[in-house]
């Protein structure tokens, strides 16, 4: 239940600082993606399965608030897919051990979010990313999620693996949990052990 809250908590305040903050800078070409990060930043923490759902639920928020523009899903579907990717190169235990992986994982997701959304856009006609120009949209977004990123993905992963051992998570049946059911049981055969010895000595 925390983690849902976090993520929860996490992707609400971003889309609500990439709205209200970062649309209104008008910057050339793309927006910033924050709410990317937010689901990067989760989904390498949390994995695959969990990036997928948030991925999908902030897609999703994103597609009904407003100003949105455009039909209901388009990113939700983006995000889904990201998310679910970027879950699949987690690191082990959740925990950066350097900075290049994260980098890259930006670099391929705000490549590959913008040319999915754009394809995604082209099937349902909207062709706003021609009237821009994708090759201008690509180098923004990659540019402005890059720099971003230092300052956004790390902290979310850190907070994010305080809830790391939620019995409701993905690494419920982990080492750590394997480890205490291994320790209880062989405690219970001990005592069980004990008893039946005790037992013949009678």
């Given at each position: 239940?925390k983690?849902i809250?976090?993520?929860t908590?996490?992707?609400?305040?971003?889309?609500?600082?990439?709205?209200?903050?970062?649309?209104?800078?008008?910057l050339?070409?793309?927006?910033p993606?924050?709410?990317?990060?937010?689901?990067?930043?989760?989904?390498?923490?949390?994995?695959?399965?969990?990036?997928?759902?948030?991925?999908?639920?902030?897609?999703?928020?994103?597609?009904?608030?407003?100003?949105?523009?455009?039909?209901?899903g388009?990113?939700?579907?983006v995000?889904?897919?990201?998310?679910?990717?970027?879950?699949?190169?987690k690191?082990?235990?959740?925990?950066?051990?350097?900075?290049?992986?994260?980098?890259?994982?930006?670099?391929g997701?705000?490549i590959?979010?913008?040319?999915?959304?754009?394809?995604?856009?082209?099937?349902v006609?909207?062709?706003?990313?021609?009237?821009?120009?994708?090759?201008?949209?690509?180098?923004?977004?990659?540019?402005?999620?890059?720099l971003?990123?230092?300052?956004?993905?790390?902290?979310?992963?850190?907070?994010?693996r305080?809830y790391?051992?939620?019995?409701?998570?993905?690494?419920?049946?982990?080492?750590g949990?394997?480890a205490?059911?291994?320790?209880?049981?062989?405690?219970?055969?001990?005592?069980?052990?004990?008893?039946?010895k005790?037992?013949?000595?009678?």
């Open positions: 239940m983690r809250l976090l993520s908590g996490l992707v609400v305040a971003g889309m609500i600082l990439q709205v209200c903050v970062l649309a209104r800078l008008h050339p070409g793309a927006v993606d924050l709410l990317l990060l937010v689901v990067l930043g989760l989904a390498l923490t949390y994995g695959h399965v969990a990036g997928c759902l948030i991925g999908f639920g902030a897609g999703l928020l994103a597609d009904l608030a407003p100003p949105a523009d455009h039909a209901a388009r990113y939700a579907l995000l889904c897919v990201v998310g679910y990717i970027a879950g699949l190169v690191p082990d235990g959740g925990q950066l051990r350097s900075a290049t992986r994260p980098m890259l994982v930006v670099v997701a705000a590959g979010s913008t040319v999915l959304y754009a394809a995604v856009g082209a099937l006609g909207d062709t706003a990313a021609q009237h821009v120009g994708l090759g201008k949209l690509l180098f923004t977004a990659t540019l402005y999620d890059l971003l990123a230092p300052f956004t993905v790390p902290w979310i992963m850190a907070l994010a305080r790391q051992g939620d019995a409701l998570g993905e690494d419920a049946s982990g080492p949990f394997g205490r059911i291994g320790g209880q049981r062989s405690s219970l055969l001990g005592r069980v052990g004990s008893v039946a005790g037992g013949r000595r009678l």
